[in-house]
């Protein structure tokens, strides 16, 4: 059946689905063809989040033709380094890796003062 993805403030997406479609193969799928990262993906039906691993059939709203909204959510920069370490190494290693570097640059951060943060603000200011 075909499905229609709207994109708060964006374009329309068709996709072909299956009752046994997962809302995360949705995603990933939205992911391939609009560019929207995973994590970033919020798919609502009459205002309710759908789970990831549900199916289309868990959901007796959803049938041919229906429209699912997807908003597009800001991640912060824990899941930015994740899905970048997730490019070379296994999910295992992927989330040390990040609690690591989570560790080390919280511990970096509360080491710099106000002007050492202004500083910096005003080097990178386009």
Request: hydrophobic residues 35%; charged residues 30%.
């Amino acid at each position: 059946m075909q499905i229609t993805i709207k994109v708060l403030k964006g374009q329309d997406c068709n996709l072909e689905v299956t009752p046994s479609t997962t809302i995360y193969q949705v995603k990933q799928e939205i992911e391939e063809r609009l560019g929207i990262p995973l994590g970033s993906q919020k798919i609502l039906i009459l205002g309710r989040t759908l789970n990831d691993d549900q199916t289309i059939a868990s959901y007796p709203n959803i049938k041919e033709g229906t429209k699912l909204n997807l908003i597009v959510v800001k991640q912060d920069i824990k899941d930015i380094i994740h899905r970048s370490f997730r490019k070379y190494y296994n999910e295992t290693q992927s989330a040390a890796l990040t609690k690591e570097f989570m560790l080390d640059f919280e511990k970096k951060l509360k080491g710099f003062s106000l002007d050492d943060i202004e500083r910096l603000a005003s080097e990178h200011t386009v």
